[in-house]
């Protein structure tokens, strides 16, 4: 946030602040960042900063199924909740030119919009928060900017939010996973709540079906890491799309879902979140890695070695091979491997190969592992 020039008097300005959050957009952010909690107070408590807030304000339409969630809103400290109605509308899908009826709010954005300029000139507040995407809040954020209120949005990816009010707005704060992080402020992703619903479904089980599923996942673990490694070796970019890597894995393992017990790729690698990046880009999800990619092309004998020894563990679901196998792999696939890389021994190549080898064990016992 930039310092305000003309606050330089005012040390104690903006000092009460409110939130204002509109709940159909808020969903979409929920969604978007795969969230299935979030400490709201926390949240709209830090978004506030440097003032008080005095109150937030959450607009939604009636839902059945969120009425729980309505309801836990209003016991939190200084939340107010109003709900419109649902109505539902007609629409005709651009695609395939069906008339599909969704439910669509009705008399929440003008509720919003009211509220907007009711909190801006009542003259109590410094600072309105709001947390909306919709160009039709434009008229009330000019009024609320004419009363002399900073309007600060938070919102979700940029493209969720209408440019016209984007520039509108007097100061703007990206939602994200790193700003949740960044700020401390406690959140569950949708992959975890499923994960650990699973984890307990698998206890109530008995103890030989949790091993099973458990070595399974284990498994699929280490298939998903080597056919990811396998797929950006041969590519020049650093990193591929999820959906990819998907098509392939279920091509490989058909029934890895009904094995693991896990319905999406993105819960099972967030069981090694560390190893992995995930990146959307124009509603595309792209995956990296956090290690280095040895590519095909590469001259180097450890590049060489590294792929021989991927391929091995991944055809053989195995985590470990001996000398005698490593080099008899690598002299099938390139007889002339040692001429071309200048390596005398194996051994000797291996020793500058710690940083992604573990090596263990003497003389005809070597035994090599994937770190």
């Not at 003008?110 to 919709?134: C, K, S």
């Not at 005698?324 to 099938?332: E, F, I």
Request: glycine residues 4%.
């Amino acid at each position: 946030m930039v310092l305000d020039p003309f606050s330089i008097n005012k040390p104690n300005f903006p000092s009460k602040a409110a939130v204002v959050i509109d709940g159909g957009y808020w969903r979409k952010v929920v969604e978007h960042l795969d969230l299935k909690y979030v400490d709201l107070v926390a949240l709209a408590n830090v978004l506030c900063m440097s003032a008080y807030r005095v109150r937030a304000y959450y607009f939604d339409g009636k839902k059945q199924h969120t009425q729980s969630f309505h309801d836990s809103l209003q016991l939190l400290d200084r939340f107010e909740v109003y709900l419109g109605e649902l109505v539902p509308r007609n629409i005709t899908c651009p695609h395939c030119e069906q008339v599909i009826t969704t439910p669509v709010q009705k008399r929440v954005d003008v509720a919003l919009a009211v509220e907007l300029v009711h909190l801006a000139t009542a003259g109590n507040i410094d600072l309105i928060v709001l947390i909306a995407g919709d160009r039709d809040f434009i008229p009330a954020i000019e009024a609320a900017k004419h009363a002399g209120v900073i309007i600060r949005l938070a919102h979700g990816a940029p493209k969720t939010v209408s440019k016209t009010m984007y520039k509108l707005v007097d100061e703007k704060i990206e939602v994200t996973i790193d700003f949740l992080k960044e700020w401390k402020i406690a959140y569950k992703l949708r992959g975890e709540i499923e994960l650990i619903s699973k984890i307990q479904s698998i206890e109530a089980k008995s103890e030989k079906e949790k091993l099973r599923i458990e070595s399974h996942v284990k498994q699929m673990l280490t298939t998903v890491e080597s056919l990811l490694l396998e797929m950006l070796s041969r590519t020049p970019e650093t990193s591929i799309l999820l959906s990819s890597l998907g098509i392939e894995l279920s091509k490989r393992e058909p029934n890895w879902k009904e094995k693991t017990k896990i319905k999406h790729l993105k819960s099972l690698l967030k069981l090694e979140a560390s190893k992995y990046n995930l990146k959307e880009v124009d509603k595309q999800v792209y995956i990296s890695t956090t290690k280095v990619i040895p590519k095909e092309d590469s001259d180097s004998a450890n590049s060489f070695i590294l792929q021989v020894a991927q391929k091995f563990f991944h055809d053989n679901q195995s985590d470990s091979i001996s000398l005698q196998q490593l080099g008899s792999l690598l002299s099938k696939k390139n007889p002339e491997w040692k001429k071309k890389y200048k390596v005398k021994q194996l051994r000797m190549a291996l020793n500058s190969m710690e940083k992604d080898l573990i090596i263990s064990g003497t003389k005809h016992k070597i035994q090599i592992k994937l770190k």
